[in-house]
């Protein structure tokens, strides 16, 4: 099933990588600083699977930012990107590393903007030999792995924008992403509730990918906003079909 679940990524990119282009950076509004946070993964019923640490340092116009869970399974996920942000967000450098038995596959990628390569070492089956891709990927000037809340934070109010990621089928592919604004809600922090600015998060996929994989699951993000926009809630898989999680601040 492992090895399905990436042909079937493969097939259904493949599909839909023909509409992709390029379009406009992201503006700044809000510059990015010096964070320290502790997110934390948990089921969609409340179960604590993962606590999560979020470093990010800004040294003049660019800021490395670094998300890992640890789960309580064992499992690690370890998120690191490299952006500039003069007038807009570039994404400059990007890795993933996923291992562990809540992902279906372990899963090593990075790729960077500067040197126009990347690298993905990924065993399908735990058992199975680890195998390794390298190659060129020119990135186009609005590729945000690793940004999409951050984007969202940077949205005027009820606007909405389509970005692209790389996705790793393992082979590293553009897909375009849709940030959408769907509504205002109620949603609480502790016992203190706000108005907070419900996202949805939609791979922009055509309508015959669409009906290949018609199960995909809403990704939902929540943001404050106001003079200093803020992350509230994040829920959604972590992976390609993979269950749905929630992330909020500890």
Do not use: H
Not at 31 to 36: D, K
Not at 81 to 92: E, I, K, N, P, Y
Not at 220 to 226: A, R
């Amino acid at each position: 099933m492992k090895a399905v679940t990436i042909a079937v990524l493969a097939v259904a990119l493949l599909l839909a990588v023909g509409s992709v282009g390029s379009a406009e950076p992201v503006a700044v509004r809000y510059a990015e600083g010096v964070t320290r946070g502790f997110p934390v993964l948990r089921s969609v019923d409340g179960q604590r699977l993962a606590q999560g640490e979020l470093i990010q340092v800004a040294r003049g116009d660019r800021v490395d930012s670094r998300l890992t869970f640890r789960f309580v399974d064992g499992s690690f996920y370890d998120e690191r990107v490299a952006f500039s942000q003069q007038g807009t967000f570039t994404l400059q450098s990007y890795r993933l590393v996923q291992r562990g038995p809540s992902f279906p596959e372990a899963l090593d990628a990075a790729f960077d903007r500067e040197t126009e390569r990347y690298t993905v070492r990924y065993k399908s089956d735990a058992d199975g030999p680890e195998e390794t891709l390298t190659g060129k990927l020119s990135l186009p000037p609005d590729v945000y792995n690793g940004m999409l809340i951050m984007l969202m934070k940077n949205l005027p109010a009820g606007g909405s924008e389509i970005v692209q990621i790389v996705a790793f089928t393992p082979k590293p592919r553009l897909v375009k992403m849709q940030l959408a604004p769907v509504a205002d809600e109620r949603v609480t922090i502790g016992e203190w509730p706000i108005t907070a600015t419900r996202y949805a998060i939609k791979p922009q996929l055509g309508m015959f990918v669409s009906l290949l994989i018609s199960d995909l699951p809403d990704v939902k993000c929540w943001v404050v906003g106001g003079e200093a926009p803020g992350f509230v809630r994040f829920e959604g898989p972590l992976y390609f079909m993979g269950p749905v999680w929630r992330i909020e601040p500890s």
